[in-house]
């Protein structure tokens, strides 16, 4: 049996952004809350933690770094593509959270049309909802089934 874990997409997303802090700073960007001092303040994440995961989100390609003011340098944070795509990841976590978790959701959703949004997959073709009964998964990666290493 190999001791290499499954090669997975879901793997290697959360070694960017599965960190708490990460995740956190980057709800607040987006809530345009794009400086390091606000960012802190709305996680509660110290100094040196928001630091290295700030730093480590921009070497990744998740947000850069805009100087807006000069002396000292001080820098807002801004989204890249592949962090503005983390909007649905941090909608879907809002959702489990506020069904799952006591009390009241803290923020709530509500589209323009005045309804309440809502995360729901559905198929790319038809639209139809994606349910775990509806998917199939089929493993592409050399070596592996759904079940593990062949």
Known sequence: MSSTARPCSIAGALQIVGERWALLAV???????RRFDEIARNT???RDILT???RSLEATGVLTRRLYQDRPARYEYHLTEAGRDLAP???????????WLPGPPPVTATH?????A??????AH???????ETLRLTVTAPGWTL???E
């Open 126 to 132: 038809c639209h139809e909802k994606a349910t775990p």
């Open 52 to 54: 290295a995961r700030l």
């Open 118 to 123: 809502e995360t729901v997959p559905t198929c």
């Open 112 to 116: 323009t049309c005045g309804h309440p």
């Open 147 to 149: 079940k593990g290493p």
């Open 89 to 99: 990841v941090l909608t879907a976590l809002r959702d489990w959270g506020d069904h």
């Open 27 to 33: 709800r607040e960007i987006m809530f345009g809350n």
């Open 44 to 46: 509660g994440a110290s």
